[in-house]
């Protein structure tokens, strides 16, 4: 589990989200780590230039004896990234990303979003009211969706090609979702369970929750 610097508020549906994430092992880039200390969680390590932690969380890290591995702030990728890549080096089986969506800065929300398309292993992005995650070629995703979340599929990169659904109000059955179309835009849960598969390219699955 990484935190990021975005602003993340630590709502009862989200505590409840990671609290169903069991023996998960905590990294925090930078600002992250308030983050990950307001839900809860002491980090197992911290990692970042340190230009936007507060005083307050040092101390708290520092009594908590948490490392932290300081990097120089002239650097080829951003305290995040470099955070995942410390995460995937213990070879997890699932990695969840906090904190980095949202936020003032377009061009790291966007980042974030692509950085998505390096990382093989099953990954869930998420905050208060969003989750999702990148299906590669003839990868399947099943989940039991709440009634009243909205859920999106954006083909990433180029078309997505035999895109098939089940459990969701407009199916798709094989059907190609072209880059830059917005025909994936805004479905709706029709069962207990939605299933997604892809035959060629990259799908983005997002969920968007309510109030």
């Known amino acids: 589990m990484v935190f990021a610097a975005a602003p993340l508020t630590p709502t009862p549906r989200l505590r409840s989200r990671l609290a169903s994430v069991e023996d998960a092992y905590?990294?925090?880039?930078?600002?992250?780590?308030?983050?990950?200390l307001a839900f809860g969680?002491?980090?197992?390590?911290?990692?970042?230039?340190?230009?936007?932690?507060d005083d307050a969380?040092?101390?708290?890290?520092?009594?908590?004896?948490?490392?932290?591995?300081?990097?120089p702030r002239d650097k080829d990728a951003t305290d995040g990234q470099l955070a995942v890549?410390?995460?995937l080096e213990r070879q997890p089986t699932h990695l969840y990303l906090l904190g980095f969506l949202?936020?003032?800065?377009?061009?790291?929300?966007?980042?974030?979003?692509?950085?998505?398309?390096?990382?093989?292993?099953?990954t869930t992005i998420l905050d208060e009211r969003n989750e999702a995650r990148l299906l590669r070629p003839r990868e399947y995703h099943a989940w039991s969706p709440e009634p009243t979340e909205t859920v999106s599929l954006l083909a990433?990169?180029?078309?997505?090609?035999?895109?098939?659904t089940t459990g969701l109000r407009w199916p798709l059955n094989g059907d190609r979702l072209y880059l830059g179309d917005t025909r994936g835009i805004s479905n709706e849960p029709a069962a207990g369970e939605a299933t997604i598969s892809i035959e060629r390219g990259l799908l983005l699955v997002t969920r968007h929750f309510g109030e």
């Open 156 to 164: 990433i990169g180029e078309d997505a090609h035999g895109v098939r």
């Open 26 to 36: 905590v990294i925090a880039a930078d600002a992250g780590a308030s983050t990950a």
């Open 102 to 122: 949202g936020g003032p800065r377009l061009d790291q929300f966007l980042a974030n979003i692509l950085m998505l398309t390096r990382i093989a292993l099953p």
């Open 41 to 53: 969680l002491t980090p197992d390590l911290v990692i970042g230039d340190l230009d936007s932690i």
């Open 57 to 71: 969380t040092l101390v708290a890290l520092d009594r908590a004896h948490v490392p932290i591995e300081r990097l």
């Open 85 to 87: 890549e410390r995460a």
